[in-house]
Structure formats: C-alpha cells, structure tokens
C-alpha cells in the first residue's frame, strides 16, 4: 500500500522517544524544540480581533500583500536586504512547509544535496522523498561543529544540486561569523549549487549579529532560498507561519506546488504575523531569557562532566557523553526513567552522533536547575 520511497525514510528519531515520554507525569522535558513562552499577547490579540472581524476565508496563494510587504521592510531595514514582496517572497504554513518546497522545487530524482550532521531531522527525510541523494558533510566538537571548509570542497566535487544550511544550529546551536560564510560562499560560488538556507532561529543569536546568507552578495542571493517564520524567536509555533524569499523563478515555481497542496496559510496566522513584526521588545525579552538559561546550562553541564560547546543561538545544547562511555539512547532512557528528565539521543541527528544528547533549555531557570540535580545523580549512579 505503501511508497517504497516512504516506506524507506526513517521515522523521527525525535518522535520516537518522545512516545516513550508520553503519559509519564512530572517528568521534566529538555526535548521539544518548541519555545516555553506564550506568543506575545498583541500577536494573540490581533488574531482574536481577525477573529472577530470574520477573517476566516483563503488568502491568494502567495499569501497577504500586506505581510509580503512588511517582512520586505523587515529584512530591508534590518539586513539591507531587499526581496520583493510582489515576486520574491511566498508565505508558507512554517518554515517546515517552506523547506519541503524548495527541495521539491530545486532538486530532481538521483541529484546530489549536501546535508550538515548533526542536522535537523526533516532535512535528509525530505531530500529521500524527491529520491535524491543525501551527501552527508559531518562536522566534529573539536571544529566548534562548524562545517569544515576542506570536508566542503571534497564534497562539492561530486557536484551537488543543492546544499541545505541552517545556523542558529537546530541541534547545536552553533552559528557563523561574517568572515565564516563569506568563506563557504567563495567555496559555493565556484559550483552552480542552489543554497536552501533554514535561518528560523535567525532571531535567537546570543553572540554577534546574524548575516543571512542571502546578504552576502547579490550572487549569492539569487542562488539562495531563504527560509525563516515566526515559530522560534516570535513563540507562534501553533500559528503554523513562516516565508521564502528567493529569486521570482524559484519563488513562482514553489508557489506552483504550494497552491495544489497547502493552498495558502492560514489567514489569521497571516495576520498574527504582520502584528508580530511589530513585537521586536517582546522578542528581546525572550532572547535575554533564553541567554539566562543558556548561560547557566552550560556552565553546569561541563561542570558535571558533559562536555559542551558554547551555543551561539537556538535553544538547544549538543552535550557529550565520551566520557560516560554510554549510548545516548541508554542515557536518555536512564535519564528518563531513573530520573524523570527527557532528552533526545545523539542518534536522531545523524547515526555518527551516538555519543551525545541534545538538550533544550526552552524551559524554566527552576526547571534547568531541578534537571542538574538529577542529572547529576544519575551521573552518580553510572560513572
Ligand atoms: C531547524 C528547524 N527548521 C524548521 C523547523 C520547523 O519550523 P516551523 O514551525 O516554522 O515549521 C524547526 C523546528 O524545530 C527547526 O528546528
């Protein structure tokens, strides 16, 4: 009944040991990657009042004019970086939706698509289903898990149709500098790779400023598919909104698959996120509490003796266990049961990665604080 194609994706790693987690009371979850705010009230008001107003129908399915234009604004005023809201930006139910369309836009059957590990689960999925082949750029603690640019330029002769990038990291938090990217362009614009940069944590850089990839030269833009939303740094995750920007050949074709299978989003989400531009104080708040945490999380988790790199952005640790000589699945299952603490093993981001859990700190400062008692008394009972 089944696609053998579907049939041979793996299922989400993540998924799977949060069913485990499911029905367990008082147990302390480090696992979803899912802020714990609430969207910020003005965002919920104005979609109560859309509400109200009887916005209940489609929208064109390049979605509202009116958030085009104001996400232009946006990233013009913030970036310097101007798309145009007529031709060059899509609206997308989350970037999720984004994602898949780029891939299935810009990548055919047998075509070669560069895949950062540990990378976030939806990548190499996604890539499988348009029967592409995942080449695999696997990046090392030691290196920061910043991609290697000799690993790249290996990888890039066997050359790839695409390459997916995501900083702020979901799962490592990592991101790069200006001088970083500009150096993994110069090894990009050698080749006629298309960029699918996922930047939906663009908003939750802790050190330096973000640089979306499309803003390092106007080369570099018209070859970039520029994926961001509200879910992250806005806490709208349930409003299920996000956008494209890219060139109008790349956006009119994405649109063309968007308007047979999503159709549009949702049109009150459309206008929540319009309101959402607007909320920058609230974001801000957001980002402190998240650094607070971060900063906090960190320290404690070396100090118990899970060696982890400092996470420039995101919301998220990618914490070792060398030391514990331990499988993250056993971990995450000791953890959970001896201790009532969930986290996602290494595994779920790449096979290589069995040495590791992913820890998020999209949790309570009291919460991270009760989860370094435990941690550290399971670490009591193992080590
Ligand atoms: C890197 C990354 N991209 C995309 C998504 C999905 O975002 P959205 O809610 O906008 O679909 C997530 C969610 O965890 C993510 O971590």
Redesign the pocket.
Known sequence: MISKIVEQVSPSGIREFFDLVLGMPEVISLGV??PDFISPWRVRERAITALEEGMTSYTSNQGLFVLRRAISNHLKKKYSLAYNPEEEILI????????DLAVRTVVEPKDKVIVVSPY????PALVQICSAKVLYLTTRQEDGFKIDPKQLSKLLSQNPKAIIL?YP???TGVTYSYEELKEIWRLLSKKEVIVIS?E??EELTYEGSHHPFASLSQKAKMRTVF?N????GYA??GF???YACANRRIISAMNKIHSYSALCAPIISQLAAVEALQAQRQVNQMRNEYKRRRDFIVKELNRVGLSTVMPEG?FYCFSSLKKLKIKSMEFAKKLLYDQKVAVVPGTAFGKEFDCYVRISYANSLDNLKESIVRIEALLSKIC
């Open positions: 990657g899912e997308t139910a989350g970037v999720s939706e984004g994602f976030y689960v939806a990548y995501n990291s979901n799962p996922d939906i944590y994926l939303g509200f879910s992250k709208m995750t299920r909104v996000g995101a």
